[in-house]
């Protein structure tokens, strides 16, 4: 069994910086692609960022590029999004994935174990 928990979500105004955090444990710590993604309601979840490992190449779509920064801590089995210059439309459930692909993959069904989601509001 492996899990993802993530933590760090809450309520911000627009342009304000929060930074998320997943935990794994049992299988989910192996060193595979982690990714963060986020589902608003009434639309379908959204890859947001992903990293791999051991290269710890990342990956970001184009809404949050230059805006989030994802990373990881293999010692801490941890991995980390920092999001700045918050959106309302970055408003969401943001969950942490877990692949055994070793290069990045952006399609949520190539993800096999989820954590259960932070709620992430930013308010204009």
């Known amino acids: 069994q492996g899990q993802l928990a993530e933590s760090g979500g809450g309520l911000v105004q627009a342009g304000a910086s929060l930074r998320l955090s997943c935990a794994a444990t049992?299988?989910?710590?192996?060193?595979?692609?982690k990714a963060w993604f986020r589902q608003a309601p009434g639309k379908e979840r959204e890859f947001v960022a992903a990293i791999n490992w051991p290269r710890k190449s990342t990956y970001y779509s184009d809404t949050v590029k230059g805006r989030f920064t994802i990373s990881r801590d293999n010692d801490k089995n941890t991995v980390d999004l920092q999001m700045d210059r918050l959106k309302p439309d970055d408003t969401a459930v943001y969950s942490c994935a877990s692949t055994p692909w070793t290069v990045v993959v952006v399609i949520p069904r190539d993800y096999d174990i989820w954590g259960q989601g932070t709620q992430v509001t930013v308010s204009p």
């Open positions: 049992g299988r989910a710590t192996r060193s595979h692609t």
